[in-house]
């Protein structure tokens, strides 16, 4: 559980579940960590950057992760640590952030004004 209380506007807020994905070396040197929030809503999962994480163990409900919205938190704000995620669940939110991050992904619209 990572506190996000201080999201604004369409950020996710409040204390939820995220998935830590900054590499191991920033997360045992830095103050820091990059997480993607995870939802319970069942929100838009056609959407490249959501990726469906089905039933979670430690959750007991279906959930989803919201590449769109990676972002960094303080260690302090991490308040339960609850599990890990099996590898083909990795590869979803891993797939999700790659179509956010367009690291070389088929996914990408440019769009002009």
């Known amino acids: 559980m990572v506190d996000l209380r201080g999201a604004r506007g369409c950020e996710q ?7 830590v994905v900054s590499n191991n070396i920033n ?27 089905g039933d979670l163990d430690f959750l007991d409900i279906h959930s ?4 769109e919205q990676l972002t960094t938190v303080d260690k302090a704000g991490i308040l339960k640590w609850l599990g890990h995620l099996e590898d ?11 179509v956010q991050l367009y690291a070389g992904t088929e996914n990408f619209y440019l769009t002009c004004s």
């Open 64 to 67: 989803m992760a919201l590449a």
């Open 27 to 53: 997360n045992r040197l830095s103050p820091t960590v990059t997480v993607v929030p995870i939802t319970t809503a069942d929100k838009k999962p056609w959407q490249g950057t959501h990726a469906d994480l």
């Open 88 to 98: 083909y669940r990795m590869w979803r939110v891993e797939h999700a952030m790659r």
């Open 13 to 19: 807020g409040k204390v939820r579940p995220a998935i």
